[in-house]
């Protein structure tokens, strides 16, 4: 019996998380991070203030919250993507691809998220701990990458931050990712720029 009230109070925890969750989003593409407030994501939510404050002491812990759960399945396909047993190139692409659509799916918040001042300066720790732990887990696909003869031999590591750094570059620049069409034209400046370079044969560095 204690098992299963253990499972059943997991279970309520879990949903009301979803449900803050969901809330916490409406109110953000509803007033931007400067109109929220834990007031409205509780209204939002149909919960007494005192339940959001049980789960989230502040608004931080709230924003902390959802930022985690927005990207946490780009972590998830990436682990999966490291252990498959496939070419390091298709990874690589495989993983661009999945956090392009990600990025379609939950344009306005991740515009809220990771463009606003107030947000950046709550979220500044959690943000570099998520580039910090993508890195890692994508120096594996360049690791693999070099010992392939696909890319250039190098520092893993390095190779790793100098693709998140270019994909976060594209998107701070807002590109149109609504359809199909400009996810691929996205996808292929992203990869070309970092496997091909950017100068042409006349600008070609020696």
């Known amino acids: 019996m204690p098992k299963f009230a253990a499972i059943r109070k997991r279970a309520i925890q879990d949903l009301m998380k979803e449900t803050l969750f969901e809330a916490t989003v409406a109110v953000l593409n509803k007033r931007g991070m400067e109109g929220m407030t834990m007031d409205l994501v509780a209204a939002e939510a149909g919960v007494a203030k005192g339940s959001l404050y049980r789960y989230f002491h ?3 812990d709230l ?5 985690e759960k927005l990207i946490d ?6 682990e999966e993507m490291v252990a498959k047993e496939q070419p390091a190139i ?5 993983h661009l691809q999945i956090l392009l ?11 809220l998220l990771f463009e606003d001042d107030v947000a950046h300066g709550l979220l500044q ?3 570099r701990r998520t580039f910090e732990a993508a890195s890692r887990r994508l120096a594996a696909i360049f690791r693999q990458g070099i010992s392939e003869g696909i890319f250039v031999p190098g520092d893993p590591l390095m190779l790793a ?4 750094g270019l994909c976060k570059g594209v998107l701070q620049s807002q590109p149109d990712l609504g359809g199909e069409a400009q996810r691929e034209k996205i996808h292929h400046l ?4 970092l496997l091909n370079g950017i100068a042409s044969e006349k600008g070609r560095f020696d």
């Open 58 to 60: 502040s608004k931080r």
């Open 63 to 67: 924003l902390e919250f959802v930022f």
């Open 73 to 78: 399945p780009i972590f998830q396909h990436l």
């Open 90 to 94: 298709e990874k690589l692409r495989k």
């Open 101 to 111: 659509e990600h990025v379609a799916k939950h344009a306005q918040v991740h515009k």
């Open 125 to 127: 720790s959690s943000e």
């Open 161 to 164: 931050n100098m693709y998140l």
């Open 190 to 193: 992203i990869l070309g720029t």
